[in-house]
């Protein structure tokens, strides 16, 4: 999306802008994203929003890798547009740091996953509780800091990107369930604010990784640092120094459980995706879309849809009605297919065919034009990843 001249001429003057501007800017981005759109985000609309955002989102359950639970807390739909709207203006304002590669313009799940294929190590690193260890107080400044936004408009956008919520916190060496206003998992402007607030912490974890020689990315909560000699074992001068930096950060704790050091022998994994050798996804990801396009090809869409929504709505969990049907799944995963292999791999060129075949459809009607995953919405982001494992 290409904002208007006027547009950026507006958000030059985040530091002196007033709410009723801050609301025109909105309906800018608005025009700008969904130009067949009449109708208008109002003040009444913005301040209902901050003063009942308790009220405005549902919470729902995606499966982890491990078989667990990760409860994503999606807003209305209306306070969903407008925290798209944010979303749109922030990814203009923000300065990539080396490191942070996702949710970025022009940016997709792979280029981190790049940068640490053929590396004889890999370390995976998770932080705990990433969106929830945000909170009002730490948007609104970083807002302020970073991009002198006055403090009524950070307050303002703080106010309408979270949510009180339960939340763990380190209190007196143990972890305990307090309240807390912080950014929503599901929330389409939390991945960029993250990558605000993490600013800092990007630009350490790089700088460390410069001081040894390795690779550093960070995908939302997933940290990972590549080298070709093993600088990582547990109790080395590397992994106290980035214990450090992870520690210095306001609320944010690493999740133990799910570090990982990947030797060459082994599977190497960056945000789901294979790095051995190239970017790559796993054999199982590969034998799903063969399953359901053979099941197509041999009994007919109707029969497979109908054998395929049962099992897509148990392996989701959270959806009870609107399977998006096995044409759309299919699409989806071919996308994530070429965007991870590239589009002249030789077996995604195939299942596309296949799949071509079977809808009648010529190849430049196909949604996979578009492989800019970080405009997805966060919940599909995480359960893309959820697919691939």
Known sequence: MVLSKSTMDKLSMLSNMTAEAFVELLNDVYSAKYPKHTDKITSKQIFFFVHHSEEMYREFFIKKKSGKLR???????????????????????????????????????????????????????????????????????????????????????????????????????????????????????????????????????????????ANYSRYADDITFSHSKNIFKEGSAFRKQLAEIIEATPHLHTNNEKTRLQGRRYRQEVTGIIVNEQTNVPKRYINQIRKWLYLWEHYGYQRADEYFTPFYLKDKGHLHKNCPGLDRVLEGKLNYLKMVKGAESPTYLKLRQRYLNLTGRKPNNMLDNNTNVDYISVYDILQMLVDTM
């Open 71 to 213: 409860t994503i807390s999606a807003p209305q739909p209306r306070l969903k547009l407008i925290q798209e709207l944010i979303s749109e203006f922030l990814v203009e304002l923000y300065k990539q740091v080396d490191g942070a590669c996702g949710f970025i313009r022009d940016a997709n799940i792979t280029d981190g996953a790049k940068k640490h294929t053929n590396q004889h190590f890999v370390l995976n690193i998770d932080l705990k509780d990433f969106f929830d260890s945000f909170e009002w107080y730490q948007v609104r400044n970083s807002l302020v800091r970073e991009f002198n936004i006055n403090e009524k408009i950070a307050n303002l956008i703080a106010s309408l990107c979270c949510y009180k919520h339960e939340v763990e916190r380190l209190i007196d060496g143990e972890y305990k369930r307090v309240e807390r206003n912080v950014l929503p998992q599901g929330a389409p402007s939390s991945p960029v604010l993250t990558n605000i607030l993490c600013s800092t912490l990007d630009r350490r974890l790089s700088g460390l990784a410069k001081k040894y020689g």
